[in-house]
């Protein structure tokens, strides 16, 4: 009974592993994208009090909506987003993540990240990868329940 349930969890936790790991092969189209960001923007300006007034101080936007992130001991996290700088996509942009320990479940977020100076714009732009909390300030709004 006890070797059932761990090969049961050894077997759904490489499910999930492969199918977030799948999903980088069933990428999303750049209208597709395109499409997803517009809708996580006004999202953004219906639920934050100020949020075109934030937008348009921002030097540029890294807007990646419908992050998902699910696991049982082993999970992972995937998304596509678009870069906009000036109002219009400068690059695409994903973000892909995995991790091991106690947990279990899932969720979908949207991911807004504001530059809010040239010099943070230009240095992201320049990264080959990037850590939130390397190398600057983040601020974090936390919108909804779960």
């Given amino acids: 009974m006890r070797l059932n349930r761990k090969i049961l969890s050894l077997i ?18 750049a209208n597709e994208i ?3 960001v517009n809708a996580c923007m006004d999202r953004f300006y219906k639920q934050v009090a100020g949020g075109k007034d934030l937008a348009a101080k921002a030097k540029g936007i890294l807007v990646m909506p419908n992050v998902y992130k699910a696991g049982f001991i082993v999970g992972g996290e995937y998304g596509e ?9 400068s690059g695409y942009y994903n973000l892909a993540s995995g991790s091991i320990g106690l947990q279990i479940g899932g969720e979908a977020k949207d991911i807004v990240i504001m530059f809010m100076t040239e010099a943070a714009l230009k240095q992201f732009q320049a990264s080959k990868g990037w850590e939130v909390g390397v190398d600057g300030n983040v601020a974090l709004i936390k919108i909804g329940g779960g």
């Fill in 34 to 36: 395109n499409a997803a």
């Fill in 12 to 29: 759904l936790s490489l499910a999930i592993v492969t199918g977030l790991a799948a999903s980088e092969a069933w990428s999303k189209t």
């Fill in 81 to 89: 987003g678009a870069l906009r700088v000036g109002g219009k996509n």
